[in-house]
Every structure is written in structure tokens, then in C-alpha cells.
């Protein structure tokens, strides 16, 4: 997994293509932005914010409000890995964000994406 790579992609360049993944299977930017604001703790204000500024993924999560205190319920495996095996922190970050996209494009209940 070349981690570098990773932390240097800006999210604004992903995040439209995380909004494309969830529309083609009949959900909505409003229901990728809810999974957003629960993991990273960002609103809709300052998310826009990290997306003007055009940071890369490093940043956006050292500059997220406040992880989520349930994001170890997160479990799975997402581009061939058990997110919750994943020793780099900050690359578990970015796969939980990856799987929680996931979830929503298959359509998963809302309750159960934000592991109420």
C-alpha cells in the first residue's frame, strides 16, 4: 500500500468521485455528507472549507474536528484489508472513510452506517 501516495491526494479531486460512487447506485450527496460529518466531525461549513483549501487527505483528517468515538466499530474489508487490522492510523482513517462510502452506495440502513 504505498501510504505517500495516499496522504498526498487532495480530497476535493476524491470526493467527487465518492459522490458519483453513491449516485449511480440511487443515494445521495446528502447521505455521503452524513457519513462524512459522523466519522471526521466537520459540517457542511467546514467541510466546503477543507474543499476550497484543497488539502490532502493528511490534513483534512489532522484537521477533522473530532473523530468519531465509535469508528472501532467499523469493521470489514475494504480494498483487500480488515480496516480494523490496519496499523497506520492515519491510512485506517482513510480506508474507514472508503468503507463507509461503501456502505452507502450498497444501500446499507443509515442506523447501521453510523453504527447506532
Not at 490534513?59 to 483487500?80: D, H, L, Q
Not at 474507514?96 to 452506517?113: F, N, S, T, W
Request: with cysteine; hydrophobic share 40%; glycine share 4%.
Amino acid at each position: 500500500m504505498d501510504t505517500a501516495r495516499v496522504y498526498k491526494m487532495i480530497f476535493a479531486s476524491v470526493y467527487p468521485l465518492y459522490i458519483k460512487k453513491v449516485e449511480r447506485k440511487g443515494h445521495t450527496k446528502e447521505e455521503l455528507d452524513t457519513v462524512i460529518f459522523w466519522l471526521t466531525g466537520y459540517d457542511k461549513q467546514s467541510l466546503q472549507r477543507q474543499i476550497d483549501k484543497r488539502v490532502d487527505f493528511e490534513t483534512f483528517f489532522a484537521e477533522a474536528p473530532e473523530m468519531n468515538p465509535n469508528v472501532s466499530k467499523i469493521t470489514g474489508m475494504i480494498c483487500g484489508y480488515r480496516v480494523e487490522e490496519i496499523e497506520d492510523k492515519l491510512m485506517q482513517k482513510v480506508r474507514y472513510l472508503d468503507k463507509l462510502v461503501d456502505e452507502v452506495a450498497k444501500g446499507r440502513a443509515m442506523d447501521k452506517i453510523l453504527r447506532k
